[in-house]
């Protein structure tokens, strides 16, 4: 094995208002979170049902923001642009200057984040890995990224980032993206077979697609529950990034 993987994340603040230009203090809340979220050091973690225990896997994966930009010169890892664009979709103009976003940082050298107001109630999206290099990274909506300034309950823990890069390491959602069905998957074995998304804050057990006693494995951080309900990833998610970092996302970390 390996010691802790660490990623050079830069963050691009995109705003049309002032709020929407969040502090730095604002962008290094998420960066904390995030390292304890992907080595299992949360302090939530203690909610897990002892029956899910031995699930909970630390990812051995750490995040800082870039010391350097890609012009070789010193850097905070977080860029500040203004915008005319009022909200932002699905459609990856953030992330492209010529349409009011900002130019990605090379995307296999960098985990670029860009936080600006999404539209349409969207928390974050994010690029699977094997896709265009233009457009890969995660996006977040400024009211739901770290845990002070404008972060708003219950999506102020951080954890939208968190849930993101899951998908940016190739984690699918737990329940297997086939509506409420049983046999959409996850392609991780060690997490229960579930039939559809759990949100709000669950309660212990839910169970679904015969997957009783212990139900629903909906703490996990690729359900959909409010931020305080989602607290860990499990050993086999922990492997499936892990093999992601080591083939198509191994520049970002040698
Ligand atoms: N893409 C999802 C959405 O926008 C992210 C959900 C994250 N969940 C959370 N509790 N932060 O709805
Ligand atoms: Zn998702
Ligand atoms: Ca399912």
Known sequence: ARGPVRIPVVVH???????QNISDAQVESQIMVLNKDFRATNDDIDTVPPVFEQLIGDAGIEFFLADTGPDGRP???ITRTTTEVDSFDQNDGVKSAETGGADPWPTQRYLNIWVCALGGGLLGYAQFPGGPVATDGVVITYTAFGTTGTARAPFNLGRTATHEIGHYLNLFHIW???GTGCRGSDEVADTPNQGGQNV????FPHISCGNGPHGDLFMDYMDYTDDAGMVMFTKGQGVRMGACLDGVR???WT
Do not use: F, H
Request: charged share 20%.
């Open 176 to 178: 297997g993206d086939d």
């Open 75 to 77: 850097s905070n890892g």
């Open 200 to 203: 709000g804050m669950p309660r």
């Open 250 to 252: 191994k520049a970002l």
């Open 13 to 19: 603040v995109v705003s049309t208002t002032a709020a």
